[in-house]
């Protein structure tokens, strides 16, 4: 039996399997035409998805109002989606349909769709509002959600912005949504991200000393130092080590 990584040699492998994930997800949507195919796909079932729970909403609410005139509220408050099965499920439909849509946003090629991408951000974020507003224990609504905002993250990290990838995944891991091997891709995923922060502060740091010299550079060193000193870790330490060690048993079986 070989031994099995554990610690900060399963965080690595995970880090590394996860940069592999993001470049083959990368090379699937490389290609626009194909790319702009699947969005104009999961347009269409959105468009229908609509359509169908409006009606349904719809439909509910006259019935309602048939033979009550006093009857004057308007709008989804007029049928309670979880009286009505065929409503609750629509919206489901739905909101998995809106979900679809936003991932088909963020997924256009960087070349040609950065304003996609950045539209499939709000429109995810939107929908993890919205499941967090209206959701209780639904293990659907929960694994929804996670997948929200991780595309959210992930779409953030394709554009760049390291820091806003780190507050979605943040938010993933102190709610405790996820399971514990989706928690596990989240801290490698942070810890991805914390490289890129430390080696694009790095980076500053060399230019500083190339424009202002030693004096441009110790200034800039000493942001950097207070922000490793006052940096929060991305995850507690101590239940990383808790799950590692968990899960380090389980392969050794």
């Known amino acids: ?49 609509k359509a169908y729970y409006d009606r349904l909403r719809s439909g509910g609410q006259s019935s309602k109002t048939n033979g009550t005139a006093s009857t004057s509220k308007t709008g989804s ?49 939107g929908l993890a509002e919205e499941l967090e507003a209206n959701s209780g224990s639904d293990k659907r609504d929960q694994g929804l959600l996670y997948e929200c905002h991780y595309f959210a993250a992930l779409a953030m990290y394709r554009l760049g912005d390291w820091s806003g990838a780190r507050q979605e995944l943040r938010t993933l891991y102190s709610r405790h949504i996820g399971t514990s091997m989706q928690r596990r891709q989240i801290r490698a995923f942070l810890s991805i991200l914390d490289d890129k922060i430390r080696r694009d502060g790095w980076i500053g740091l060399g230019v500083a000393t190339a424009l202002f010299g030693v004096a441009g550079a110790a200034i800039v060193g000493g942001v950097l130092a207070a922000q490793k000193v006052y940096r929060r870790e991305p995850y507690p330490p101590s239940e990383m080590t808790q799950e590692t060690r968990s899960m380090s048993k389980s392969q050794r079986r």
Do not use: H
């Open 77 to 125: 408050d007029d049928v309670d989606p979880v009286k009505d099965g065929r409503v609750w499920r629509a919206r489901q439909q739905l909101q998995k349909a809106q979900f679809n849509y936003g991932w088909a946003l963020v997924q256009q090629p960087l070349s040609t769709g950065q304003e996609q991408i950045r539209e499939g951000i709000r429109l995810l974020q």
């Open 1 to 49: 039996m070989g031994n099995s990584p554990s610690g900060p040699e399963l965080l690595e492998e995970d880090k590394k399997q996860l940069l592999e994930k993001f470049a083959e997800e990368e090379a699937a949507f490389a290609d626009p035409r194909a790319a702009q195919e699947t969005l104009e796909r999961c347009g269409l079932i959105l468009e229908n998805s």
